[in-house]
C-alpha cells in the first residue's frame, strides 16, 4: 500500500483527562488559592489534535492510539472520542492503571497554567498498542516524547519510541513527532534517537533548546531558524517546525527557511493557554495532509492556535478551519 493510498491521521500516544482549573492567582507554598471555575476536557497531544481536526471539520478519517484505564475517566474518553467521529479501535483499555489525569492551574488575570499530572495507563503505553498493519491512514502523530514512560525507555541503544515511528515508516505511514516541555534527565537522548526517524517535528523553544543542549530565546525569529536547521541536521527527514506566543519559524529539507508572526491578540482575548501547542500542530498536521504549501501551513496553525486561547480548555475554542484563518483578517499578524 502507497502513500498515496493512504488518508487520515492516526494520532498515538497520552489520552489524557484535563481538569481545568481557573485560579485567582498561583499561590506561594504553604498558601491558598481560590479556584473560580473548572472543567473537564480533553488532554495530552494526540488527543488535543484528534478533538482540534474534528472542530476544524477535517473531511478526512481521525483516529486513536493509545492505553487508557478501563475506570470512569477512560470510558469518558472513549465516549468523547466516539461522538466526535474519531476511531477508537486502537484505543485500549487496561485493568491495571488508572487513566491518565491532569489538574491544570491557569491564572484568570494571565492565562499562564501549570500542570500536576498523574501518569497512569500512558506510562504503559507499548509497541503492541499500535498495529499499522489495521490502520490505512497517512500520517502518524506521536506525542508526547518525555511523558511516555515505555516509549521513552530505551532497548539495545533506541527509544521504543524510535522503534514506533520506523514500524509506521516501514509500513508507509509519515511521521509527526511532538514532545512535552517536561524536565526529564535523558531529554536529549530521548529526543535525539527519534530524529532520524520522524518526518515532520513540531515543537516549542523549550523542547527545541532541551534537545540542542542550550535555550533558545522565544523572540529571537534568526536563532530559531538556527536551531530547526540544527535539529534538520540532527536527523528530521523533511521539516522542523518551531513555534513560540511570538510566532514560528520552520527549515524544510529542501531549503525553505520561513518565519510566520502570531496574530496581534487584543488584552483579554486569551482565556487560558491550554492545548495552543497541540492546536498549532493541528494546523500543521491539516496542511500537511491537504497538501498546502508551508507558508499556508504555518498561517493556519497560528491561526488554530490563536482560537484555542479563545477558551481555557484544550479544543473549545476550535472551529472550522476558514473561520479559524478569518481571524488573521480579524486581528492582523504581530512582528517577529
Request: glycine share 10%.
Amino acid at each position: 500500500m502507497g502513500r498515496t493510498e493512504r488518508r487520515g491521521l492516526l494520532a498515538a500516544g497520552n489520552f489524557i483527562v484535563d481538569y481545568v482549573k481557573v485560579i485567582d492567582a498561583y499561590p506561594a507554598q504553604d498558601t491558598l488559592a481560590s479556584i473560580l471555575d473548572e472543567s473537564r476536557s480533553n488532554g495530552g497531544g494526540p488527543y488535543n489534535v484528534l478533538k482540534d481536526l474534528a472542530a476544524m471539520k477535517a473531511g478526512f478519517p481521525l483516529e486513536a492510539c493509545g492505553l487508557v484505564g478501563d475506570d470512569a475517566n477512560g470510558q469518558w474518553i472513549r465516549r468523547d472520542c466516539q461522538e466526535h467521529g474519531i476511531d477508537v479501535a486502537q484505543l485500549h483499555l487496561s485493568r491495571e492503571h488508572p487513566t491518565s489525569y491532569t489538574d491544570a492551574m491557569t491564572v484568570q488575570s494571565t492565562g499562564r497554567r501549570t500542570f500536576f499530572h498523574c501518569r497512569g495507563a500512558n506510562a504503559h503505553f507499548d509497541l503492541r498498542h499500535c498495529a499499522f498493519g489495521k490502520t490505512r491512514a497517512r500520517i502518524l502523530h506521536l506525542g508526547y516524547l518525555m511523558l511516555l514512560d515505555r516509549m521513552d525507555s530505551f532497548e539495545g541503544g533506541q527509544t521504543v519510541a524510535a522503534k514506533l515511528l520506523f514500524n509506521a515508516r516501514s509500513a508507509g505511514l509519515e511521521t509527526s513527532v511532538d514532545m512535552v516541555s517536561a524536565t526529564h534527565p535523558r531529554f536529549r537522548e530521548i529526543a535525539l534517537s527519534a530524529l532520524p526517524l520522524t518526518d515532520h517535528l513540531v515543537l516549542n523553544e523549550i523542547e527545541a533548546g532541551n534537545t540542542l543542549g542550550s535555550p533558545i530565546a522565544a523572540g529571537d525569529a534568526d536563532g530559531l531558524i538556527r536551531a530547526a536547521e540544527q535539529l534538520l541536521a540532527a536527523g528530521v527527514k523533511r521539516t522542523v517546525t518551531i513555534h513560540t506566543e511570538h510566532g514560528a519559524v520552520c527549515a524544510t529539507v529542501e531549503g525553505l527557511r520561513l518565519r510566520q508572526a502570531s496574530l496581534r491578540l487584543p488584552a483579554g482575548y486569551s482565556k487560558g493557554a491550554t492545548g495552543a501547542g497541540d492546536a498549532f500542530a493541528a494546523g500543521m498536521l491539516y496542511g500537511l495532509h491537504e497538501g498546502l504549501e508551508m507558508p499556508a501551513r504555518l498561517r493556519l496553525a497560528v491561526c488554530t492556535a490563536a482560537a484555542c486561547l479563545s477558551d481555557p480548555t484544550p479544543s473549545k475554542g476550535l472551529r472550522p478551519v476558514a473561520e479559524c484563518l478569518a481571524l488573521a483578517d480579524q486581528f492582523g499578524f504581530g512582528e517577529f
